[in-house]
Every structure is written in C-alpha cells, then in structure tokens.
C-alpha cells in the first residue's frame, strides 16, 4: 500500500503525516509506504512503524506529474496549492499551480492507466472558497459554486475536472470542501483568513495579534484535527455512495469572530483577550464579505464526515496539540 | 465597431451572421466589421451593409488566439466547440478545443490588454449540459453544474474561468447557457441531441427519422431565432446588472417528445408524424437520462430575455426560415 501525500509540507499536509505515523491502522492496507511531496523536500519525521519517502517536486514543472505517478501511487492525497491571497495576487502563478499543476496530476493518472490497469484514490483538498455570496442562510449540496476569488475558481475548476475524470473510470476521485481551518499552528501564511486563527493562537502564547474585521463576521470552520479526519474519511469511504457527484462541503463549525473571542476568553481569560488589536483592513473586509458564512452540509454528515461541537472545544484541541495541554503555566 | 464570430461556420453562427446582415443596427457602434472565424474558412454571404472578413482558425492551435486577438475585436461571440457526442467519443480533442482554446482565448485578451488597455465583450456560448441529474422539478439560477458528460464539465470550466477573467478586469464576460436548439437545420451532426431536431425537420421534407428514446423524454429547448436572440441579448445587455455571476441560463420551452410529435402533426398531419420511425438506442437513452428537463431561468427572464411560446412556434419558424414558409406544396 503506498501512500502518497502532495502538499506534504504544509500544515494540513504535516497534521496529516503525524496521524497516519501515530495509528497506522486508521487506512487499511498492509506494507505501508509513505510519499512525502512538496516544493520542498519535506522532512521525514522520526518512525518505528511505516516506510517513508521524501522529495521536492512542484506539480506545475513539466514531467513532475508523470515521475510522481509512474511509481503508482494506490492513495493520493492532493493537498498542494497556492493559497488564496498569493493567488489573488499572482494571477498567473495561481492558475499554474492550482489548475495546471492538478490538471497535469489528473493527466499523468489517465496516461499511466493506458500503459497499464491504475486507478488510485484521489482525495483532493478543496475549499468553501468555491461559493460566493449572496448566499441562503445555510449552503445546500445543491448550491451553485459562484467563487469570487482566482483561488476558489481554481479549486471549483479542479472539482470539475475530478468528477469528469472520475466518471469516465481514470481515477477514483473525491474532492472535500475545507472550511477554513483554525487554530492554525505556526507563523502566518498568505492565506486572508489567516486572522482567524491569529486571533487566538498569539495571544495564547502571550502575544499581541491584528483582527482587520468586524467582531460580527461569521465564517466556518474546522480544527486542524477535523480536516485530518475528513481526509482519512475520504480516503476509506466506499465511493459508489458518493454517486456522480464527487465533491463534498465538509462540515464544520459556524460562528463569529466574537464568539471565537469568547472562547479564547472562556479558556485563556480576559488578559488573553486584550492582546487582540481591532485595526479594520478594507481589503480582507472585502474579500471576506464573499466567504461563506454557514453550510448545511447534509451529504457528508449522512455519509459519516463530523465537525468540531464547539469554538471552546477548538481553542482546547489546540492547546492539547501544539502547547502540550497548558498555556502560561496553566494546564487546561 | 469590430464584432468577430468564433465558430462562424456552425449552424448557430451562420444563423447569427445572417441575422447581422439582415439588420446591422440590431447591434449598436458605427462602420461595422464583421470577421468571420471557424477552422474552415466560413463562406461569406452577399452582403450590402457590412464589412466581412472570413478566416480559418483553431483556437487550440499555440499563437492562434493572439494572432485574432491582435485585431482587438470589440465584441466577441465565442461558439466555438466540439458537440457532445464527439468531446465524449474523443477525450483529449475534447479538452483541447473546449477548455484549452476557449482558455487559449481569454489568455490572448487578458495578455493584449497589457500592452495597450483592452476589455472586449465575451458572449460564451455555454450550454444545459453544465446541469446534470438528479434535478429538482424545475432547476433554479443557483442548482449546481455537476455535469456528466466531457462536454457540459469543459463549459462549466469555461464559465468559471469567463466569471473569474471578467472578475479581474480582463475582459466583459456573459455565458449563456443555450437551451437545446430546434429545429436545427441542415444534416444531423455528432451531437447526442440531434435527435430532438430530427424527428421534425426530416419529416417535414418527407423523409424518415430515426427516434431513439421514448415519447415521454422531456427536454428544454429553444428555436434557432431564440438563440440568436440570446446571443444579440447578451451582446447588448448592461452587465452591471450581472454581478459577478456572469453565466446565465436561458429561458426555453420543456416540452416531451410526444408533445414535439403532437406539434409536427398539428403542423405537417399524420403522414408526416409516419415518418418517424422508433429505434432505441441505449447509448443515447442513458446520456440523455442525466440532461435537464426543465430550466427556471428567472434571471435571464427579468433581464430581458425571451423563449420561444409553444413547439407549433419552433415548428413554423423553422418552415419559415428553412423551407421558404411551405411545405410538401402546402403554404403554412
């Protein structure tokens, strides 16, 4: 059974590498190897159970795709994009990594599958960036995917392509909906919904961080824990549930900055609180005025997918995982 | 005013050209130019008013749409495609000509406008078969596109991709998306739908028909003239009031093939309705099972655009237009 993750490198790609060394069990299969792939070679952690292997490689590099797929990979993960700021900002580089590097990935599968019987899993890491306002009080698995960004454009484009690509029998593929994963570890990245982890993951360890929104904007969301478990569970779902409709809206959690606020004030207290500094940014203001807000997400709860019961629940998730279970001295 | 026709040469093109000449004015600017595009030069009609141009072009041909684009043509009607039957017997040429020419296109405009400022109008002829089942009873302005067919995925691409280009700035995008046209003229082509038109246009000039499915397939249709009509609508339309979504299907008639039958017969009498000769043709039955059958196309009604009031309508308009307003002997 060989595992291959791209995108390897990055904080979902590395949440996703830590559970499959912890239980590797949670995906069936015997003899596991693991891929590990990124721009950058990712770093091999430490292991007693599963093979590993590390390379750079960028999807968008001519014959990347091919080298990848010649060694026939049985489950893929495709985690690896350009996130939505840098696509916004770099019109070109988004396009080419998001939908070029994913076409040449579905490309390499087809070519290979002519040479010879193949016909991985893919489970493609997509996003709520695919909706655009206005929306109906909840998102319906039925919603129209209208992005207002080049990224969600990206990510809606690559959905298509995973469907038809799946139908026509060269892959086996399922795409899941993130929503906006928070709390996550580590420094900032050009992600405009970074702030929504900044807020509470700074000030938990005594630092100051900048909320450019209003405390009423509300937004969906998933820990980092959740989006691991999305991926296994797409990885393990029986597909001929899914139909031909092979993109999922996870579920998640709907809530506001201020109730995240609240949490970060229920579990860390009001000093926490103070270290966030309002300082309004027309830009994000705009850009998270499109996202969506709430999603009913009727299918993948049917089939199994659950999301986090509460922002407390979260902020306490993340101290268990990245603070080792306190915060200032005190344990949670 | 430079208006050029991509796909000039198809039946829908030709119409549009013809409807051009007939009335110049039906489109605003002075000192019109019409170029005329397809990968076989289109014919060039007898004209009085117009300045024409014809050329042969392949969009997925490398340096082809710059070379069109260079001319900075004002309005573009982009028909161009591979019909269904044919982007799902051959999957790469489908892709190719589909997505990449149409993307080919875009490129070119977004490109030439760094040189020198440049925001032409883009009508994409997008289709019904970005829908696919199970549908509800009559599919609303937000049901998702979840095609199944290589065709209906690479216009939903498309669309995405015109929404995201008219979205930056780069051109002034409208897709519409056409209901199945009929009567369609001429000689069948490899469109699965051909059918539709078939089992009229041929017993109307006293020849047999072949129906593949059953009476009670329903289906959304519009007349040649209503496309037509879309397609100088969506020329003409003032896209603020588009929004950022900027594809739009268009009104049509849901009718079954009975009730097409029932028309053929009120028009052409029973002898006619004889002609039609029913062989099932499993292939068909089951792409046609995933189509849409029946469109509330609200917004593209409040904006102005108008379908066709019954199939007897389609059928005289058709007798009209084609047949010089009789047939058999018998004026209609």
Redesign the interface.
């Given at each position: 059974m060989h595992l291959m993750i791209l995108g390897a490198g990055g904080m979902i790609g590395r949440k996703l590498t830590q559970r499959l060394l912890a239980e590797p069990g949670v995906l069936p299969g015997e003899g596991k190897l693991l891929s590990l792939v990124d721009v950058f070679a990712p770093e091999i952690p430490a292991t007693t159970g599963l093979k590993i292997a590390s390379e750079a490689a960028d999807l968008s590099v001519p014959g990347t795709a091919e080298r990848l797929i010649a060694r026939r990979p049985d489950t893929i993960f495709h985690l690896a994009a350009i996130v939505s700021g840098e696509a916004e900002a770099n019109?070109e580089k988004g396009y080419a990594v998001n939908l070029d590097g994913t076409r040449a990935l579905f490309e390499a599968i087809r070519l290979e599958g002519k040479k010879q019987p193949y016909r991985p899993r893919v489970v493609f890491a997509s996003s709520i960036a695919v909706f655009?306002e206005p929306f109906?009080a909840a998102i319906g698995?039925?919603?129209?995917?209208?992005?207002?960004t080049?990224y969600g454009?990206q990510k809606?484009?690559c959905e298509?392509?995973l469907?038809?690509y799946s139908?026509?029998g060269f892959l086996e593929g399922i795409g899941i909906r993130l929503p906006t994963v928070c709390i996550r570890p580590g420094k900032p990245n050009q992600a405009a919904s970074g702030f929504f982890s900044n807020i509470l993951r700074e000030p938990l360890v005594g630092q100051e961080a900048v909320l450019p929104v209003a405390v009423d904007v509300r937004h969906w969301f998933a820990s980092p824990r959740s989006a691991v478990g999305f991926l296994i569970g797409a990885a393990t779902l029986d597909l001929r549930r899914l139909g031909?409709?092979r993109n999922l809206a996870m579920p998640g959690l709907s809530a506001t900055v201020g109730e995240e606020i609240e949490a970060l004030r229920a579990v860390a207290g009001d000093a926490a609180v103070r270290l966030i500094r309002h300082e309004p940014n027309p830009t994000i203001i705009r850009m998270v005025g499109g996202w969506a807000r709430n999603i009913e997400a009727k299918r993948a709860i049917e089939l199994g997918f659950r999301a986090d019961a509460s922002f407390t629940d979260i902020v306490r998730a993340h101290i268990d995982d990245e603070l080792g279970g306190s915060i200032g001295g005190r344990s949670i």
């Amino acid at each position: 059974m060989h595992l291959m993750i791209l995108g390897a490198g990055g904080m979902i790609g590395r949440k996703l590498t830590q559970r499959l060394l912890a239980e590797p069990g949670v995906l069936p299969g015997e003899g596991k190897l693991l891929s590990l792939v990124d721009v950058f070679a990712p770093e091999i952690p430490a292991t007693t159970g599963l093979k590993i292997a590390s390379e750079a490689a960028d999807l968008s590099v001519p014959g990347t795709a091919e080298r990848l797929i010649a060694r026939r990979p049985d489950t893929i993960f495709h985690l690896a994009a350009i996130v939505s700021g840098e696509a916004e900002a770099n019109f070109e580089k988004g396009y080419a990594v998001n939908l070029d590097g994913t076409r040449a990935l579905f490309e390499a599968i087809r070519l290979e599958g002519k040479k010879q019987p193949y016909r991985p899993r893919v489970v493609f890491a997509s996003s709520i960036a695919v909706f655009g306002e206005p929306f109906p009080a909840a998102i319906g698995d039925e919603f129209l995917t209208a992005p207002l960004t080049s990224y969600g454009t990206q990510k809606a484009i690559c959905e298509l392509l995973l469907s038809d690509y799946s139908r026509r029998g060269f892959l086996e593929g399922i795409g899941i909906r993130l929503p906006t994963v928070c709390i996550r570890p580590g420094k900032p990245n050009q992600a405009a919904s970074g702030f929504f982890s900044n807020i509470l993951r700074e000030p938990l360890v005594g630092q100051e961080a900048v909320l450019p929104v209003a405390v009423d904007v509300r937004h969906w969301f998933a820990s980092p824990r959740s989006a691991v478990g999305f991926l296994i569970g797409a990885a393990t779902l029986d597909l001929r549930r899914l139909g031909a409709r092979r993109n999922l809206a996870m579920p998640g959690l709907s809530a506001t900055v201020g109730e995240e606020i609240e949490a970060l004030r229920a579990v860390a207290g009001d000093a926490a609180v103070r270290l966030i500094r309002h300082e309004p940014n027309p830009t994000i203001i705009r850009m998270v005025g499109g996202w969506a807000r709430n999603i009913e997400a009727k299918r993948a709860i049917e089939l199994g997918f659950r999301a986090d019961a509460s922002f407390t629940d979260i902020v306490r998730a993340h101290i268990d995982d990245e603070l080792g279970g306190s915060i200032g001295g005190r344990s949670i």
